[in-house]
C-alpha cells in the first residue's frame, strides 16, 4: 500500500532563517506531488506541484521553493523565512499520467516563524 | 477568478439528523467534485468524488449531488454521529492535475 511521509511534524524558525521540508511517497511510482499551505482557520493554498523529476511548478510567487531530486521525494524550501510562512505544510500525491486520481496527503508539518 | 464558497463557516447538527452541506463555485466549469474530511491538526482525507456527467453519488452514509447548473455541490451525511464532527472541505476541478480547495465548513454533531 502507499505511504506519504512529512517531516519534522513541528518546526519553529526564527524570522530570516532557512527552511526545508522533507516529503517522501513509497509504494508508488511517478506520482504528481504536491504541496499546500494552510493558515490557521483557512483553506488550503497550492504552492507548488511537480509531475516528474525537475518538473516543478509554482502557484504562488514567494520566498519559497520546491525541488524533487528523485521521483518519490518533494523538497520545500526557503532562504528566509518570513512571519507569514508560518502555517500548516502538507504535501500530497495523485496518480500520475493524467488521470483523474484523488489526493492522499500527509500528516503535514505544522511551522511556527517567530 | 475562480471562487469557491462552502454555506458557512461551521454548522451545529443533532446526532441522528441529516447534515446537509452546500459547495456553490463560481467562473469555471469543473469536470468533477471531490469531497474531504479534515480532521484538526491532520492532513484532508478524500471522501468522494462525482464526475459533470453524474447527478448523485453515495457511498455508506454520505451522498453527495452535483448541479452544474446551479453550479453547486450539496454533500450528505444521514444519521449523523458525533464522530463525523470535522472540517469538510469540496474541491471542485477541471483539471486532473490541480485541485482548489473550499476554505470548508466545521461540522459539529452534538450527542
Avoid: M
Wanted: proline share 6%; glycine share 8%; charged share 15%.
Amino acid at each position: 500500500s502507499q505511504t506519504i511521509h512529512q517531516w519534522p511534524a513541528t518546526l519553529v524558525q526564527p524570522v530570516g532563517s532557512p527552511l526545508s521540508l522533507e516529503c517522501t511517497v513509497e509504494g508508488t511510482s511517478n506520482p504528481n506531488l504536491y504541496w499546500y499551505r494552510q493558515a490557521a482557520g483557512r483553506g488550503l493554498q497550492l504552492l507548488f506541484y511537480s509531475v516528474g523529476i525537475g518538473q516543478i511548478s509554482s502557484e504562488v510567487p514567494q520566498n519559497l521553493s520546491a525541488s524533487r531530486p528523485q521521483d518519490r521525494q518533494f523538497i520545500l524550501s526557503s532562504k528566509k523565512l518570513l512571519l507569514s510562512d508560518s502555517g500548516f505544510y502538507l504535501c500530497a500525491w495523485t496518480g500520475g499520467g493524467g488521470t483523474i486520481y484523488e489526493q492522499y496527503f500527509g500528516p503535514g508539518t505544522r511551522l511556527t516563524v517567530t | 477568478s475562480q471562487k469557491i464558497e462552502q454555506n458557512s463557516e461551521a454548522l451545529n447538527i443533532q446526532e441522528g439528523k441529516t447534515a446537509t452541506l452546500t459547495c456553490n463555485y463560481t467562473n469555471y466549469s469543473p469536470a468533477y467534485l471531490q469531497w474531504y474530511r479534515q480532521d484538526p491538526g491532520r492532513g484532508p482525507v478524500f471522501l468522494l468524488l462525482i464526475r459533470e456527467n453524474e447527478k448523485e453519488k453515495r457511498k455508506e452514509r454520505l451522498k453527495v449531488t452535483f448541479d452544474t447548473t446551479l453550479k453547486q455541490s450539496l454533500f450528505h451525511i444521514t444519521a449523523s454521529q458525533p464522530a463525523d464532527s470535522a472540517t469538510y472541505l469540496c474541491a471542485p476541478s477541471g483539471s486532473a492535475r490541480q485541485l482548489t480547495f473550499g476554505s470548508g465548513t466545521q461540522l459539529t454533531v452534538l450527542p
